[in-house]
Nanobody, 124 residues
Framework: QVQLVESGGGLVQAGDSLRLSCTSS????????MGWFRQAPGKEREFVAT????????RYQDSVKGRFTISRDNAKNTVYLQMNSLNPEDTDVYYC?????????????????WGQGTQVTVSS
């Protein structure tokens, strides 16, 4: 069974950057789309970004377009989320997930393996 582990979160100031990583133990996810989601306390988890199985296409939530970049290295079984120009509204727990299919997947229902999450806190 695939297990995902996120890393790279932390406490930063507004305007700073962070790069999140998500690696898997167990089987490879190189044939699956991958996604990043985030959730604040008391709120529903929301879509942030997704990337197709081969990295040929990506999609972002409107609020992160131009600031966040999702990428993947299938040889390393790792997906990344580069986050630039962070602002306090980006403060959340960030989760990566393995998609059920290969293409662009936005709905959480299309993901079936989730990591434990990594906290990102942006101070003003």
């Amino acid at each position: 069974q695939v297990q995902l582990v996120e890393s790279g979160g932390g406490l930063v100031q507004a305007g700073d950057s962070l790069r999140l990583s998500c690696t898997s133990s167990g089987r490879t996810f190189s044939s699956n789309a991958m996604g990043w989601f985030r959730q604040a306390p008391g709120k529903e988890r929301e879509f942030v970004a997704t990337i197709t199985w081969n990295g040929s296409s990506t999609r972002y939530q409107d609020s992160v377009k131009g600031r966040f970049t999702i990428s993947r290295d299938n040889a390393k079984n790792t997906v990344y989320l580069q986050m630039n120009s962070l602002n306090p509204e980006d403060t959340d727990v960030y989760y990566c997930a393995v998609g059920r299919f290969q293409g662009i997947l936005i709905s959480q229902a299309l993901y079936d393996v989730w990591g434990q999450g990594t906290q990102v806190t942006v101070s003003s």
